[in-house]
């Protein structure tokens, strides 16, 4: 077994959209543009969406393995009046750099790797903001899911251009706990027909790390960061664990953080990518509710 090979757990599976149907009565008109940008020394590509009469703008984050853009959710969300910059990850597609991950042997979770890909989600923001025609009125936000969790709170913490975040399935929580709790499932989508939250969480605390390398925790960013975030988790997800990290959600929230999630009974991992459309569509709602900017 090729070392880190258990990090391969976030892959958000673009192909998916195709199930998902967001607010088709919407139609608003899209242009698009393809553009590279520069971070930490690669040269990144992705193309940007640019609805008429966008009311907001994200960048999208990417959760793990080898991720390109994602046109499908783009163009839903530009149908939605949401400007979109999507790019492919670095080392992948078009993009330059290497590529980080289970795939080749290497740790996609370490601070290093986070940080790496959090930088070049802050120049994606910029790049983003430079495209904007009212760029001094529309609120700018990025918008992901599963390790995009940590990674977002690491990006926003880097620019004052990042206006809100919003994430799917994403860990509130250290990545040392998260694995505890992964091994803990071991992939068992009947996980919670035998197990309680209690079972969970004993071991998420008591579990000895099969692999030694420093925790990234989410709730050191967060606490640095004033912008609204919202969270949809799904309740039978065996990744992520969600009461724990709603919990410590809601230890934020009475620090007076703007602080929101919402939780879908019946969905697992992945509800970006769901069938069900109600946490996208959850999520372009909270959106709209946004002021123009902070």
């Known amino acids: 077994m090729k070392p880190y090979l258990f990090l391969l757990l976030f892959s ?3 192909h998916l959209f195709a199930q998902v149907g967001v607010d088709a009565t919407q139609t608003t008109t899209f242009s698009t543009a393809e553009l590279t940008f520069n971070s930490e020394g690669a040269t990144l590509a992705g193309i940007v969406y640019k609805p008429k009469n966008a009311h907001a703008a994200v960048v999208i984050v990417h959760g793990s393995g080898q991720e390109k853009r994602s046109d499908e959710l783009a163009a839903k969300l530009a149908n939605n009046g ?19 991950g289970p795939e080749v042997g290497s740790n996609n979770i370490d601070l290093v790797n986070l940080n790496l890909l959090a930088s070049d989600v802050s120049a994606a923001v910029s790049t983003l903001y430079a495209q904007l025609n009212n760029k001094k009125k529309m609120a700018i936000g990025l918008l992901g899911g599963s390790q995009a969790g940590w990674i977002i709170p690491m990006a926003a913490s880097k620019t004052k251009k990042v206006n809100f975040m919003v994430i799917f399935s994403g860990p509130v929580v250290t990545t040392l706990q998260q694995l505890r709790f992964q091994f803990y499932t071991n992939g068992n989508n009947q996980f919670w027909d035998t197990h309680t939250e209690a079972d969970a969480l004993l071991h998420i605390h008591t579990d000895a790390d099969r692999y030694q390398f420093a925790a990234t925790d989410p709730q050191d960013f967060l606490k640095q ?20 990290s709603i919990s410590n959600l809601n230890t ?10 919402q939780v879908f009974p019946e969905l697992g991992h992945n509800t970006l990518f769901a ?20």
């Not at 949401?82 to 980080?100: E, L, M, N, P, Q």
């Not at 996208?280 to 709602?285: D, K």
């Open 225 to 244: 960061l004033s912008i609204p975030g919202i969270w949809l988790f799904g309740a039978k997800d065996i990744q992520v664990p969600v009461a724990l």
């Open 252 to 261: 934020l929230q009475a620090k007076g953080k703007k602080i929101s999630y």
């Open 12 to 14: 958000l599976s673009s």
């Open 82 to 100: 949401i400007a979109v910059f999507t790019y492919d990850k670095r080392g992948v597609g078009k993009s330059g750099g290497v590529y980080v």
């Open 275 to 294: 069938k069900a459309q109600e946490p996208l569509i959850a999520a372009i709602a909270w959106i709209r509710k946004l002021p123009s900017s902070n």
